[in-house]
């Protein structure tokens, strides 16, 4: 619930998801968070990040941001940069000092964007002041695509987090309504054996990567590869969206593990290379790859930039699914994150 406190004080709290990208956003274009390529992500349920804010009237911008209660100065850097990007089309943005307070629902370093989550979150809690004075903000369509442009300045895959189960970002002319500068949602195209879905996040190593997406992204500018793998993905994207349309599991599953293989050997062929995936996560999916062809289970696997195994199956295989992980991989995994397909953002009590 949003409320004002007082006539110059505003508060309001919203938690975001994250989300898993099925065919990856990997390089940018000259502008502010561009994508070089459509990107398809699934928008997850249990793993959020939770934002409240107290915005003040004041006569000098400032921003006090807490991560879990502590003090992030480096991040609270980032989030000014980005009201001041907001602040570009909604002026009265700098009229107010703020007071934000986040937390995730899921570990640091676990594999899940924490990004996307955390800038869908802050741009939900800063559009919900500027409904104060801009009443288009009032109608949800037009709440939501102003949310997902601003999530996207702040990270580019956070455009996604502000739509429930399937969403579409990046220009495409086959694809209705798509854009560079926000996400779409495609929730209803999925076929009903897609609309529950589970994703199980295998933490193979919890530490730091050894390369930021922003730096992995920029290393896509001079690939010997780039141009190819741009058209590829839009193919992939448009493949990938016509099976879960059509409920075609075995394709399904094919391209979304190419496309997370792809994502690293891109990296393991970028000047400089980076090796993010670990040993146990060959062996993981090796395990996973054996356990599909004894038992036919629908079951596939995706990555992030990370060694971390995201594992993607429908609600229905969840017992025989479970059973795998537990005898199988447990012994790879650090923890085990159990996450399903989402319904979006959502506004929460502000005593977050």
Sequence with gaps: MSLTTNQSTFSTAWSAPSNIALVKYWGKLAGDQIPANPSLSFTLENS???TSMVASESNQFSVDYLFAGQAQPSFQQKVIKVIEKWAREEPKLLNYSYQFNSSNSFPHSAGIASSASSMAALSLC???LCQKWNDKLDQEEAFIKQASHWARLGSGSAARSVFPKLAWWGSCSQVTGTSDKEAINLSSRLHPS??????SII???SGEKSVSSRAGHA?????PYRELRFATAEKRALSTLSFLETGNWSEFEKIVEIEALELHSLMMT???SFILMKPDTLRAIDLLRAFRAETGTQICFTLDAGPNLHILYPKSEEARVLDFINSQLKPFAKSIIHDQLGNGPRRENQNV
């Design 48 to 50: 959020r990040t939770l």
């Design 126 to 128: 800063l559009l919900s």
């Design 194 to 199: 897609f609309q529950e879905m589970n994703d």
């Design 203 to 205: 933490i193979i190593d």
């Design 219 to 223: 290393l896509m500018d001079q690939h």
């Design 270 to 272: 970028s000047e400089p």
